[in-house]
């Protein structure tokens, strides 16, 4: 799926509240460095890949691979 920026935006919110809830449970948009995140949007990766790579969660991933 094609996203825009503020597509892409609303869903890694989304992704964040839904997924870490217990240590962050209430994240906005206007909390987020969107400047450290435009970089994961520019190289096409979903908002899921983008949550993942920002929380290590991909890393994790990888080592137990």
Same mark, same amino acid.
């Given at each position: 799926?094609?996203y825009?920026?503020f597509?892409?935006?609303a869903s890694v /919110?989304?992704?964040i509240?839904?997924?870490?809830?217990h240590v962050?449970?209430?994240?906005t948009?206007k909390?987020?460095?969107?400047?450290?995140?435009r970089p994961?949007f520019?190289?096409?990766r979903?908002p899921q890949?983008? /949550?993942?790579s920002a929380?290590m969660?991909?890393?994790?991933?990888?080592?137990?691979?």
């Open positions: 799926m094609l825009s920026w597509q892409w935006r /919110v989304a992704i509240q839904y997924d870490f809830s962050l449970p209430d994240i948009d909390d987020i460095d969107w400047d450290a995140w994961l520019e190289e096409g979903s890949a983008a /949550v993942d929380f969660r991909d890393l994790r991933r990888s080592l137990c691979a």
